[in-house]
């Protein structure tokens, strides 16, 4: 009787054992099949099937993502990038005009594969959408007449009575604005292409932007200088903009964006813009 018992145990255990799955097989099935567990396939298969990467790009933002408005042809550290993205993927970019305020709207709704063109981390975006490994610091500092630079180089200085702050619409240099500023008088201004010429022509006095912005600004625009870029009164990231949920795109744009970052690539455009 007690032989029995423990050959019907042990023929019990045996038919366990078969059933279940080998465990180092698990994990891998689990990476194959997560981008298709709710029926979607990943932009990494995708986009080389369609030869096209859509990216949702601003166009307004140099020296990142600049349109040009005679030829509507697409220039900046970003639009470089795009290119190497798409030719890596054996694709061509398709450019998607977008705004600052339906960025993460675009690409949560599948209008493109992935927003570039200066694009700030944040916590609020990074609710609706991944983002990449990043491509370089930034921060908020201002950019005003050179004939003030002294005038306006703090928080305090700039936020009286009668100093005329002037920023774009939708983005992290508005929300900045609207946080930080309670006395000064707030312009919204709608064009991003032309807002400087608003501080040139003195109907602004400044604009809190991203550092990079200051500096090429301030490049091309002699009358402006940009006020301690390398001290900026906040601490962003740049990234690229992913849909999420498609981890095996993102994985793929994080070791691109890596590779591009030490091996001089990021840096030969940018320094074409910013020097």
């Known amino acids: 009787m007690k032989r ?6 042990l023929a019990c255990l045996l038919a366990v054992t078969a059933a279940a799955p ?18 979607k396939t990943s932009a990494l298969d995708a986009v080389p099937r369609r030869g096209v990467l859509r990216v949702c790009t601003t166009g307004d933002y140099r020296p990142f993502s600049y349109r040009d408005p005679g030829t509507g042809r697409y220039r900046g550290v970003d639009i470089e990038m795009a290119r190497d993205l798409a030719k890596s993927l054996d694709a061509r970019p398709r450019y998607v005009a977008t705004t600052w305020a339906r960025l993460v709207g675009d690409l949560s709704a599948g209008r493109c594969d992935i927003a570039m063109g200066g694009v700030s981390v944040t916590l609020a975006r990074a609710r ?13 500092t201002p950019l005003v007449r050179c004939t003030d630079k002294d005038k306006y180089r703090t928080l305090r200085q700039i ?12 983005g992290t240099n508005e929300e900045f604005a609207r946080s930080h500023l309670k006395h000064a008088t707030l312009t919204v201004h709608p064009d991003n292409t032309t ?5 040139i ?29 390398d001290k900026p009164f906040t601490f962003s990231e740049k990234a690229y903009a992913l849909p999420r949920g498609d981890e095996e795109f993102k994985a793929y744009v994080d070791q691109w964006v890596h590779l591009a970052t030490h091996d001089g690539t990021y840096r030969k455009y940018e320094d074409a813009w910013l020097t």
Not at 23 to 35: E, L, Q
């Open 201 to 229: 022509a003195g109907r602004a006095d400044v604009m809190m932007t991203d550092a990079s912005e200051t500096r090429y600004q301030a490049k091309i625009h002699p009358q402006l200088c940009s006020l301690h870029p």
């Open 22 to 39: 080998a465990v180092s097989d698990a994990p891998a099935r689990g990476r194959d099949t997560a981008s298709r567990a709710a029926g």
């Open 128 to 140: 609706s959408v991944y983002f990449s490994e990043p491509t370089r610091i930034d921060g908020k």
């Open 159 to 170: 936020d009286r009575p009668g100093t005329r702050v002037i920023v774009n619409p939708g």
């Open 195 to 199: 807002i400087f010429d608003e501080i």
């Open 4 to 9: 029995a018992a423990a050959l019907s145990a």
